[in-house]
């Protein structure tokens, strides 16, 4: 069973540095088993970990963080008894 952190607090600290850049901004809610959610949750972990390490968002982008958090999300569903949610329709004015 996956655990389910609700809070992050991987670049919290006594001294109180800034918040480094990021290019995904972490969901506050998501379903976990849509795909798209899951995704972008897996995303900012992995841009977590990067930033934990040093980087800088000029040394990776959004799908650098997709190519790395899609096999988390595969082995993820893989790994479940309840199948993957896709979203199949859109607002009209998103699909222009």
Known sequence: MTKTHTENTSHQSDNHAPT???LVVP???FAPNLV???L???MANV?????ASGATTDSYNRLDLL???TPFVVTMFAESD???EFVVEW???ERT
């Open 47 to 51: 841009e977590d970990a990067l930033l």
């Open 36 to 38: 798209s959610d899951l």
């Open 82 to 84: 309840t199948p993957p």
């Open 27 to 29: 969901p506050r809610h």
């Open 40 to 42: 972008v949750v897996m």
């Open 20 to 22: 480094p850049k990021r």
């Open 91 to 93: 607002p009209e004015h």
């Open 67 to 69: 190519k790395a958090a």
